[in-house]
């Protein structure tokens, strides 16, 4: 099992203006990866989708992907 990488990085908000953090977490049609790919744990894993929302929202990242 991968470790949470914003764990080990000492992490503790995750920013939604920062879209090339939050790229590694989306997949190639812009949906959220799911946690047992990416090793997040729950609590990273909740604020993570809520930071890539509020990115989505305010156009920083893609809704879709053509």
Do not use: W
Not at 1 to 27: A, G, T, W
Not at 40 to 61: E, P, V
């Amino acid at each position: 099992m991968r470790q949470c990488y914003f764990c080990s990085q000492n992490i503790q908000e995750v920013d939604h203006k920062d879209p090339e953090l939050l790229i590694r977490f989306i997949s190639s049609q812009a949906k959220i990866i799911d946690p047992r790919h990416t090793g997040t744990c729950a609590k990273h894993q909740r604020k993570l989708a809520q930071a890539i929302k509020q990115a989505r929202f305010l156009g920083l990242l893609p809704f879709v992907r053509r």
